[in-house]
Nanobody, 125 residues
Framework: QVQLAESGGGSVQAGGSLRLSCAAS????????MGWLRQAPGKEREGVAA???????IYADSVKGRFTISRDNAKNTLYLQMNDLKPEDTAMYYC???????????????????WGQGTQVTVSS
């Protein structure tokens, strides 16, 4: 059974940094497309970043140059390094895994089959 457990969220001031982690079990992280998505109150869930099985990455335009997705295969863990955080980054952040290879659709929530419980990120101005 696939399980994903996020951690690392918190409250920071604008310009600060956080690193989110997602520990995966019941699957091999390197063999699946994985992603980070977020949902702010009153808004739809949106893709932030994703990493493919070949290690290539894709980012939403709103976070390019500020966020970095990475994967530690030995620890079976996915990360999201977030720098220069802005108030509009405030949201619940979810880790997700796809059972197929949704190339060109990596930032769509419908591409993912399993989700973590989420971790809250709050950025104050």
């Amino acid at each position: 059974q696939v399980q994903l457990a996020e951690s690392g969220g918190g409250s920071v001031q604008a310009g600060g940094s956080l690193r989110l982690s997602c520990a995966a079990s019941g699957m091999t992280a390197s063999s699946r497309y994985m992603g980070w998505l977020r949902q702010a109150p009153g808004k739809e869930r949106e893709g932030v970043a994703a990493i493919r099985t070949d290690g290539s990455t894709i980012y939403a335009d709103s976070v390019k140059g500020r966020f970095t997705i990475s994967r530690d295969n030995a620890k079976n863990t996915l990360y999201l390094q977030m720098n220069d955080l802005k108030p509009e980054d405030t949201a619940m952040y979810y880790c997700a895994v796809s059972l197929w290879s949704p190339r060109t659709r990596e930032l769509l929530q419908g591409s993912y089959n399993y989700w973590g419980q989420g971790t809250q990120v709050t950025v104050s101005s």
